[in-house]
C-alpha cells in the first residue's frame, strides 16, 4: 500500500468532494465499550504430549468483544493462534476499553494486545516509548457516521446538531472536531459545545440515546452504527473514502517490550497464528463472520443479529498490515485539535517478526512508515 503521509488539512482538501469525518485520534480507547476486563474461559485446544515448546509457558492475551477485533475472535474460536503456540498455553482476557488493556499490560498481567491506535499512541507516548511496540496490523475501517434521517440529510445538517463520539479524545472523537474546524465551525474541544454538540457517549449507551432523540447521529465504530441504522439510522458516510486506498488503521497487535525481549519465540508463534487467522477469514467470509459471531456469543450470551453484523462484517478489512503511515496522519489530527502535544513516535512499531512470518508464507512485507525500532 503506498504510504499515506498527508496533513489533516491536506487531506481534508483533497477529499473536499467526499466532505467527511475522517478517524480520530486521542486519549482514550479506540472503540472501548466500558472500562472493565472480562475473563475468557473458552475451552483451550488440545495440547500433544509432543507438542513443540517455546520458551514461556502461556501467553496472555487481549482483546475487545468487537467485530473490529475479528482477528483475535476468530483466531482464538478456531483454534488457529493456539495450534502454533504448541504447549504454550493462551489465557485470553477480554476487555472493554483501550485504558484497562493499557493498564494490564503495563502491570505485567498481559503480554499481547489487539487494542486500537489512540491508546496505543499515547501509552507509548506517556511512557516515553518503555512499554510497547506494535508489531502487527489487524483491521482497518469499519467506522461510519449514522444519522437520523429526519433531521439529517447532508453533512452540512450537523451544523446545530448533537452528534454523538465514544469519548473525549478518543479515536473517533479527535477527527470529528479535526474535521468541524476543516468546516470553519468551532467547538470547544473540552466540552464538546459549540457550532455542533459533540456529546461524549459510551457506545453501549449510544443506541439508547438515538432512540429517544437526544443524539441526533453518532460517528461510531462497528458493531454500534449497524445497531443505529437497524433502529432506523442512516450511514451518512463510511470512513473508507476519506483514504487513499480506502484503508485506514483501525486495530493493532501490540506487545510488552518486556516479553517481546524475553520471548520473542512465543511473539513470533502468535504473529504466525494470527497471520493464517487473517488468510483464513479472507478466504471464507462468511463462515469467518459465524464464528467470530460465536465467540460474540460465548461471552455476551447471544450472538449479533443478522440484520446487525450482516451489513457491518463487510465494512471491515482484516489485514496484517499496520497501515503505520495512517497512524501519522491520524496523530497530525490529534495535534492539531489541541488534544495532545506533538508525539514522538518513533520506535512505536517492531515488524521484524511479523515480516519474517510473511515472508516465509510467500506474503509482501509491511512498511513502519520511518516508525520502527532500531534496537
Not at 454538540?197 to 452504527?225: H, L, Y
Not at 479472507?282 to 469467518?288: E, G, L, S, T, V
Not at 512505536?348 to 509491511?366: C, S, T
Amino acid at each position: 500500500m503506498p504510504a499515506i503521509g498527508t496533513s489533516a488539512k491536506t487531506l481534508h482538501r483533497g477529499l473536499a468532494a467526499a466532505a467527511a469525518l475522517p478517524l480520530l485520534i486521542g486519549a482514550l480507547a479506540s472503540c472501548g465499550y466500558g472500562s472493565e476486563a472480562v475473563k475468557d474461559d473458552a475451552p483451550k485446544a488440545n495440547v500433544a504430549a509432543d507438542a513443540k515448546k517455546l520458551s514461556a509457558s502461556e501467553v496472555r492475551i487481549g482483546y475487545f468483544p468487537n467485530l473490529t477485533h475479528a482477528t483475535a475472535l476468530v483466531g482464538l474460536q478456531e483454534g488457529l493462534i493456539a495450534k502454533e503456540l504448541g504447549a504454550t498455553a493462551i489465557k485470553p482476557q477480554a476487555f472493554n476499553a483501550g485504558p484497562s488493556e493499557i493498564e494490564a499490560l503495563n502491570g505485567g498481567s498481559l503480554d499481547i494486545g489487539f487494542i486500537g491506535p489512540s491508546p496505543s499512541i499515547n501509552a507509548y507516548v506517556k511512557s516515553k516509548g518503555s512499554n510497547l511496540r506494535i508489531i502487527s496490523g489487524s483491521a482497518s475501517g469499519g467506522v461510519k457516521l449514522v444519522v437520523n434521517p429526519a433531521k439529517i440529510k447532508t453533512l452540512d445538517d450537523l451544523k446545530g446538531k448533537n452528534i454523538a463520539t465514544p469519548q473525549k479524545g478518543n479515536t473517533q472523537d479527535v477527527a470529528f472536531l479535526n474535521w468541524i474546524s476543516e468546516k470553519g465551525w468551532k467547538v470547544d474541544p473540552e466540552s464538546g459545545k459549540g457550532d455542533v454538540s459533540v456529546v461524549r457517549t459510551d457506545n453501549k449507551v449510544t443506541p439508547d440515546a438515538f432512540k429517544s432523540g437526544s443524539i441526533d447521529g453518532a460517528w461510531v465504530p462497528e458493531p454500534t452504527a449497524s445497531k443505529l441504522v437497524s433502529d432506523g439510522g442512516t450511514v451518512l458516510l463510511d470512513e473508507t473514502a476519506l483514504w487513499p486506498d480506502k484503508k485506514f488503521v483501525i486495530t493493532n497487535i501490540i506487545v510488552s517490550q518486556k516479553f517481546l525481549k524475553e520471548h520473542a519465540d512465543v511473539v513470533e508463534a502468535v504473529l504466525t497464528g494470527t497471520v493464517k487467522t487473517n488468510e483464513w477469514i479472507n478466504a471464507n467470509p462468511d463462515k469467518a463472520k459465524a464464528s467470530a459471531n460465536a465467540k460474540l456469543a460465548a461471552e455476551g450470551g447471544k450472538p449479533l443479529d443478522a440484520k446487525i453484523i450482516d451489513p457491518a462484517w463487510p465494512s471491515i478489512l482484516i489485514t496484517d498490515d499496520p497501515l503505520a503511515a495512517t497512524l501519522k496522519t491520524q496523530a497530525e489530527w490529534a495535534v492539531e485539535a489541541k488534544l495532545i502535544e506533538q508525539p514522538d513516535l518513533n520506535g512505536i512499531y517492531d515488524l521484524k517478526l511479523l515480516n519474517k512470518v510473511l515472508k516465509a508464507a510467500g506474503k509482501p512485507e509491511v512498511s513502519d512508515a520511518g516508525l520502527g525500532a532500531t534496537k
